[in-house]
């Protein structure tokens, strides 16, 4: 053993292994490699479909200066093929070895049986000095200079395309006292919302926007206000979870009290005082409402994460946060890669198909050895993120495509003979990318912190965590796979297209399923439009209980077998699992607190749930249903005029505001006695969505404030503002009293500020974010007023407004079916959400984050 491992140097701590610099290690690797060579023309040609294709062109191919692509997705897969294999100089290849690795590992990529995280594909080989990585965790200091640096460091990691974890638990409560300065501490949640507006200025890697985990210790004392604290929308760039004790748990099964610990940093490290009692169950409760309500928070199970393997290195935890979406717990200043395999790309067999166990794990072993090499070529963004990650060489392989590989094989999701293949599959991939761990670590040394791991005295492995079941988000649409291990999302899609002269509707239903259909000989056009209209095949009578258990949909799965599932790969993954528990819309609250003492109960390390239409609720919806047969019946209305007269020319203001979807030009306009006439709304490029639905709130406003009525029109128009304040979307503008939510949001300021209504402290809002434009000379808050023709307001600053067009009409082409195998209908599925950047209402959420069906964007 001693000869065969001759590398192995006993390290104590990080300090001891010193910063490796990464100019000297690229130094020598260019020296050695030279100009990456051009992709042969022999090589094989990938399958791309017209979905992957625009994706690609989007977010990973290599543009000129003039926006243009300037790469083929073949270039792309040659370029990322060489520079991971380029790292292999460093144990003594020759330069013809590393071409020979490098087409290895092009043909892995261009098959898609293996693809690696987003940032991997963007960034490697390009030169641009944009990291690889996808996950990252970073310490918070309870100091204004700590708190600061994070906020720094958080930007640098979006910037080059990586997510960020973080822990608010060191943060002393709100209302401590600060030594240094005597003032009152603002509290963790405070410190949020300014990490969420510095994430809502950059975009990872100039292509999307950063996310981030913030996680708060269960018995923090501001733990209440952290379970509620996106239900105001001003933290719309994090996903939240709170990190579960055992003793919480033990709590929770007595039905005691537990202690709250108030934490307190100073020269000697972070002290801990008692802070008085919480009901276990009061606070499990609230979690569970507040998930109820908006699907937030989730719960990691921290005690938990911190005895396994997730935590290889006890010495540097213990682990405190995980990446944004809670597959991957990390050290501060921790990273990891991902990487995952496309199952459905294993089932082989036509008459009796089967999983291709041989190719799994010679696949699963190149993957290995293609993540090993990423980490010594990766540009990391900081010197201490390059530092712990190179000491500690985390890979996470895991799997997409696992709905695809059931579909295929015949096994329905929800049973036992799912679980039982899950356990295989993952059990294989363990160890095999275990075992090839271990064969890296014969040449090129173990880890350098094997010594002191949880794995010294055992078989020196190069990577202290080997397996993550990850988001797959848009590479599974490069991979045109199903998502993760989630089922199918629906069975059906409906496409309305109505713009530039184009009225087209394009229906897509899961491909496999119309082989299905058409082979077992029960496809036709009613069956179609039954499928379209619902999005799943319950309730459909034609198609048989066999393949309807097969084609099940995920809200049609009840949510013990999601996180049955989830279970099963968790038992042979190291790190975590990122997977969503979809539940029905009509599910309960207890519902959700058994689900997640289901998930305590069967292993997992955490919990992210998903109710049905929790994301969806609206207080104005587009769209009348006519019945002209029923008549209205009005008191106190004349029914031939019930709208009172505009007059010809009316008074008014107009109000500039910052919007999460632009600058909206909002314009108030009053009658000759002061009253609420009419209210117009500017936003976005004429032509557009945005413009449109701004359009059609406007008018529904006016018409609402001029209908005759024994209720005052400035009553109404009260009402109105206190409907619209505080509706928040994805994102906000601002913070603090400065903070927009939505347009809603917008108007209902417009509204309070035009009148001096007292709305949800809109009153108390500063002005300066605010111009207020009239006509008549006078000036309103100091500012000077200008009007254009009929009251309608002039934009004497020219602002240019760029609003994200919805550019779907360019997918029109029907191979394009494979898309929307998992996405359901519109009409039949109702937790779709509007995509922010093309538009359309194919945004769902899966794998702890959200992915457009429609054009190919994901926060993941």
């Not at 003979?417 to 363990?430: N, P, T």
């Not at 492995?461 to 848009?474: D, H, L």
Request: proline fraction near 5%; hydrophobic fraction near 35%; glycine fraction near 8%.
């Amino acid at each position: 053993m001693k000869n065969k491992y001759k590398k192995i140097k006993h390290y104590k701590s990080l300090d001891e292994i010193g910063f490796i610099d990464y100019e000297e290690f690229r130094e020598k690797i260019d020296k050695k490699v030279g100009l990456r060579p051009k992709l042969p023309k022999n090589f094989p040609k990938g399958n791309w479909s017209d979905q992957s294709l625009k994706v690609l062109s989007e977010r990973y191919l290599i543009k000129d200066e003039e926006g243009f692509v300037i790469e083929t997705p073949e270039e792309m897969c040659w370029r990322v093929a060489f520079e991971v294999a380029s790292a292999e100089v460093l144990w003594g290849e020759s330069k013809e070895s590393i071409e020979e690795k490098a087409e290895e590992f092009y043909r892995l990529l261009i098959s898609k049986e293996f693809l690696p995280n987003s940032p991997t594909l963007m960034n490697a080989g390009t030169g641009n000095s944009l990291q690889y990585s996808g996950c990252f965790v970073l310490p918070i200091e309870d100091s204004l200079v700590g708190i600061f640096d994070a906020i720094k460091y958080q930007a640098l990691i979006h910037q080059t395309g990586g997510g960020t974890g973080f822990s608010f638990s060191k943060l002393r409560p709100r209302g401590s006292i600060v030594k240094s300065s005597h003032g009152v501490a603002s509290g963790p949640i405070s410190f949020m919302r300014i990490f969420n507006a510095a994430t809502n200025e950059i975009k990872q890697g100039g292509r999307r926007r950063g996310a981030n985990m913030g996680i708060l210790r269960v018995d923090h004392p501001d733990i209440l206000e952290f379970i509620h604290c996106k239900e105001e929308g001003g933290i719309t760039n994090f996903n939240i979870s709170v990190a579960v004790t055992d003793k919480f748990m033990e709590a929770i099964e007595s039905n005691s009290d537990y202690e709250l610990l108030a934490p307190k940093t100073d020269a000697d490290g972070t002290h801990y005082t008692k802070a008085g009692k919480l009901s276990a169950k009061k606070v499990w409760e609230e979690i569970a409402k507040c998930a109820w309500r908006s699907g937030d928070p989730g719960i990691i199970f921290i005690d938990r994460i911190n005895k396994g393997t997730s935590n290889p290195v006890p010495s540097l935890g213990p682990i405190e946060s995980t990446n944004p979406c809670g597959e991957q717990p990390l050290y501060p200043y921790d990273s990891c890669n991902l990487g995952s395999i496309f199952l459905n790309n294993f089932v082989i067999g036509k008459e009796k198909k089967e999983v291709d166990w041989e190719k799994l794990k010679k696949v699963t072993r190149m993957a290995t050895r293609f993540m090993d090499d990423v980490i010594e070529v990766n540009p990391y963004p900081l010197k201490q993120i390059r530092q712990t990650s190179l000491a500690l060489r985390r890979i996470g392989l895991g799997v997409g495509g696992w709905a695809d590989m059931l579909i295929d094989l015949g096994i329905p999701y929800d049973s036992d003979q799912a679980l039982d293949l899950a356990e295989r599959i993952m059990k294989v991939i363990k160890h095999e990318a275990e075992s090839a761990s271990e064969e890296l670590a014969e040449k090129r040394g173990p880890f350098p912190l094997w010594s002191i791991s949880i794995y010294k005295g055992k078989k020196p492995r190069r990577n202290s965590t080997v397996t993550t079941i990850a988001p797959t988000g848009s590479i599974s649409i490069i991979a045109n796979s199903s998502s993760g291990i989630e089922p199918i999302f629906a069975l059906a899609y409906q496409h309305k297209v109505t713009d530039k002269g184009l009225d087209r509707t394009l229906n897509f239903i899961n491909p496999k399923f119309i082989d299905t259909a058409i082979e077992k000989g029960f496809w036709n056009e009613e069956l179609e439009k039954s499928i379209l209209s619902k999005g799943y095949l319950k309730g459909i009578g034609v198609v048989p209980q066999d393949v309807k258990k097969v084609f099940v949909t995920a809200h049609e799965i009840d949510y013990a077998w999601h996180i049955k599932m989830q279970a099963t790969f968790q038992k042979y993954t190291e790190n975590a699992v990122s997977k969503t528990i979809n539940m029905r819309s009509e599910v309960t609250k207890e519902d959700i607190e058994a689900a997640y003492l289901l998930a305590w109960q069967e292993n997992c390390n955490g919990i992210t749930v998903f109710r049905d239409g929790c994301k969806n609720i609206q207080v104005l919806n587009m769209g009348i249903k006519e019945e002209a047969d029923k008549e209205i019946k009005t008191q106190g209305i004349d029914k031939a005029d019930p709208l009172l007269i505009r007059p010809l020319v009316v008074k008014g203001a107009t109000y500039r505001l910052n919007t999460p979807i632009g600058s909206a030009f909002i314009t108030i306009n009053e009658d000759d006695l002061g009253e609420p006439l009419e209210l117009f709304i500017n936003i976005g490029k004429a032509g557009s969505d945005v413009a449109a639905m701004a359009e059609a709130l406007g008018r529904t406003i006016s018409a609402t404030l001029r209908f005759k009525g024994s209720l005052k029109p400035k009553d109404r128009a009260k009402e109105i503002a206190l409907q619209l304040a505080g509706i928040g979307g994805r994102r906000s503008v601002g913070f603090g009293p400065n903070k927009i939510l939505s347009l809603p949001d917008a108007i209902a300021y417009a509204i309070s500020k035009h009148f001096g209504f007292k709305v949800n402290g809109f009153l108390n809002h500063q002005d300066k974010i605010v111009e207020n434009l009239n006509g008549n000379g006078e000036k309103y808050n100091n500012t000077p007023l200008l009007t254009g023709e009929n009251g309608v307001s002039e934009n004497p600053d020219n602002v240019k407004v760029e609003i994200p067009m919805n550019d779907s009409s360019l997918i029109d082409n029907d191979s394009q079916k494979f898309l929307f195998k998992e996405f359901g209908n519109l009409e039949g599925v109702k937790n779709g959400d509007l995509c922010p950047t093309c538009g359309a209402t194919a945004f769902v959420y899966q794998e702890g984050c959200g992915k457009c069906y429609s054009c190919g964007y994901s926060e993941c």
